[in-house]
Structure formats: C-alpha cells, structure tokens
C-alpha cells in the first residue's frame, strides 16, 4: 500500500459525458501528479499540481482538467468523454516536485460506451 | 524532452534464475533520474529502484540491481533469484531534475517467471 488513495475504481459511462476522479496524496506529500496509461499510448504524464498550484502540463487534452485543493486532495474532471478516453488513470504524489520519487496509487479503471 | 526505450516486449525466466532488462534513454538535460516501476496484473505500479545520474555507484535493492552506463545511456535492471512474485509489467522511466516535469516512461517489458 503506497499510501496514495484513488476513488472510484472503477467507473463506467456514455460518450459525451463528464466525470470526476479523485486522488488523495500520501501524508506530507505536496505534490500530486496524474497519469493516464492506455493500450495505444502506453503511461502518459498528464499534469502536476504542487502545493494548490499547476506546475507542469504533459499531454492533457483541453477536455480534461485537474485541481488541488486546500487539504491538498486532487480531482481530475475529463469531460466530453470520447471512446478512446478509456483507460487507467493513475495519481501519484511525492514529497515535493524535482526529484523526489513519485508513489502511484492503485488507478482509476474508467470505460466509456 | 526526454524518451525512453525498452527494446524488449517480453522475457521469460527460470524461477531462481537471473535475468536482466533493458532500457535505453535520452536527455538533453544533465540533472535527471531513472526509475524502474514494476506493474503486477493488480495493475498497481510500485517503484523497484531509482538511480540519480550525478552517482556512479549503481543502486541496489535487495535481489534488484541496476547497471547504469550514463554514456551509453543505458539502464538495465538485472533480477536476482528469480521469484515467482516477480512476475510483472517492467517499466523504465525518467524523471527531469529540473523540478516541474513528470515521468516519462517506457513501453514496458512483460516478465514471465517459469517455474
């Protein structure tokens, strides 16, 4: 247990859609990161958040958004859902940003029909 | 930016055996870290190793080891005593040292333990 909680773990829905992922960081941990791994893209970093604020955007689409809040929980929120969202989301958080190791919790399974 | 590249799709092992995983990367930067994740079918990634570019000692966990050739920009992870727990996704990743990046990771590597 990496000490990172993801809910749900599963979520099923329809194209066009809009959803809400939720990822709570380890104890102490100010850094949240997320990541979406598919079969056609492999583990994509996705946006990281430190601290209440963004600090680096990877391949995140303009449909999907994140934020951390005060209690430094995150929520991931894709919207207009497409076929080819479906995937395992992933958060991840660390200590800081740079180079502290980054500890996955255990994923979001979301399908899209 | 930076990529990573495991050239191997699948390996298959003898359990107790040693086998060794490889990985290849780039970078322009000289502040960077390497990491191997391991992904079990529960799907959960859970970190191997880690090495920082700047150490030349190669890192080690328990029966995991690593073989860091910064020139060649290699970096392999060789398992020891093969165990039937070991069996999993590999991932190879790297991570900017720079402070505002995320991991960039590998294809993977399946691992199947033969017992």
């Known amino acids: 247990d990496s000490g990172v909680t993801q809910t749900p773990k599963h979520l099923i829905t329809a194209t066009g859609q809009r959803v809400t992922l939720r990822c709570s960081p380890r104890?102490?941990?100010?850094?949240v990161y997320w990541y979406q791994q598919s079969l056609d893209q492999g583990l994509q970093f996705l946006i990281q958040?430190?601290?209440?604020?963004?600090?680096a955007k990877g391949n995140i689409l303009e449909r999907f958004s994140a934020q951390q809040f005060p209690d430094l929980h995150s929520e991931l929120n894709l919207s207009s859902l497409e076929l080819g969202d479906s995937a395992l989301y992933f958060c991840?958080?660390?200590?800081?940003?740079?180079?502290?190791?980054?500890?996955f919790g255990p994923g979001t399974r979301l399908t899209v029909l | 930016a930076q990529t990573v590249t495991q050239s191997q799709p699948e390996m298959s092992v003898q359990e107790a055996e040693t086998v060794t995983l490889s990985c290849t990367y780039d970078?322009?930067?000289?502040?960077?870290?390497l990491f191997w994740y391991k992904q079990p079918p529960s799907r959960q990634m859970i970190l191997v190793i880690r090495?920082?570019?700047?150490?030349?000692q190669n890192a080690t966990e328990n029966r995991f080891s690593v073989n860091f050739q910064k020139a060649a920009k290699s970096f392999s992870l060789k398992i020891s005593d093969s165990q039937l727990g070991d069996a999993a996704m590999y991932f190879c990743?790297?991570?900017?040292?720079?402070?505002?990046?995320?991991?960039?990771f590998g294809k993977g590597t399946h691992l199947i333990i033969q017992p």
């Open positions: 990743a790297s991570l900017s040292g720079g402070g505002a990046d995320g991991l960039t």
């Open positions: 991840a958080s660390s200590v800081s940003g740079g180079s502290y190791t980054q500890y």
């Open positions: 104890s102490g941990d100010l850094s």
């Open positions: 958040y430190y601290n209440g604020e963004e600090r």
């Open positions: 090495q920082e570019a700047y150490k030349q």
């Open positions: 970078t322009s930067e000289s502040d960077y870290y």
